[in-house]
């Protein structure tokens, strides 16, 4: 069946660094990319989102990048800070032959002062 | 301001006790959405609603049901708790389902079986 697999699962970096997180798709009708965070005893939160029609979007600190020939999608965070810590999710969506989103595993990011 | 709540925050129930989880939201979107999530994983997609349309997912233990009395509320029921079913339940709302909109959240219902 299709999947998501989210890679690292867990990462950790110092502030002020980067920190990229990646995720490979299975199924080609996927054409909708969302990342949410998640903070503790919290729900997820949209960050950023692209569409299969763009290959890069960058909003301040934060940034997606997907190619849909490799299908691979990835989440840049730079010059991070503590506040970044939490986990973070990504989804693949399609909406044609039946409508479907399937997140990754998650990715806990810590950022360490 | 919250846009997607879920009531209570935190859930108490004995094993093979009914209980009831709720959420409202103020978006007016047409879809609504309940997740299961356990600790360290990804949510679960336990079954949507694209307005009155009831859709579940194949692996929904029969357990787990739901209701949307109008567009505003959905409620989640539980009919016999085990304690596999002790989780995050997490409610989300989505404009529609044809134009792939992102998901809003609530922060969840954490469901404890004694």
């Known amino acids: 069946g299709e999947n998501v697999e989210q890679h690292p699962s867990t990462l950790s970096v110092q502030e002020g660094d980067s920190a990229v997180i990646k995720c490979t798709y299975s199924?080609?009708?996927?054409?909708?990319f969302p990342w949410y965070k998640q903070e503790l005893g919290k729900g997820p939160q949209l960050i950023i989102d692209?569409?299969?029609?763009?290959g890069e979007k960058k909003d301040q600190r934060i940034a997606v990048t997907l190619n849909k020939t490799a299908k691979h999608f990835s989440l840049h965070i730079t010059e991070t800070q503590p506040e970044d810590s939490a986990v973070y999710f990504c989804?693949?969506?399609?909406?044609?032959?039946?409508?479907?989103?399937?997140f990754g595993a998650g990715t806990r990011l810590f950022v360490k002062a | 301001d919250a846009m997607v709540i879920q009531n209570p925050r935190y859930q108490v129930t004995q094993f093979g006790k009914p209980v009831t989880l709720s959420c409202s939201q103020t978006?007016?979107?047409?879809?609504m959405y309940w997740y299961q999530q356990k600790s360290s994983q990804a949510p679960k997609l336990l079954f949507h609603?694209?307005?009155?349309?009831?859709?579940n997912e194949a692996d929904t233990p029969d357990n787990f049901q739901s209701r949307r009395p109008n567009t505003s509320f959905c409620f989640l029921d539980i009919r016999s708790p085990g304690l596999g079913d002790a989780a995050m339940y997490l409610c989300?709302?989505?404009?529609?389902?044809?134009?792939?909109?992102?998901?809003?959240f609530g922060d969840g219902t954490r469901l404890s079986i004694l």
């Open positions: 989300a709302t989505s404009r529609d389902e044809d134009s792939n909109q992102p998901q809003h």
């Open positions: 199924d080609s009708a996927s054409n909708y």
């Open positions: 692209i569409r299969s029609n763009v």
């Open positions: 989804a693949a969506s399609r909406n044609t032959g039946g409508f479907k989103t399937i």
């Open positions: 978006l007016n979107h047409n879809v």
């Open positions: 609603y694209y307005d009155k349309d009831f859709n």
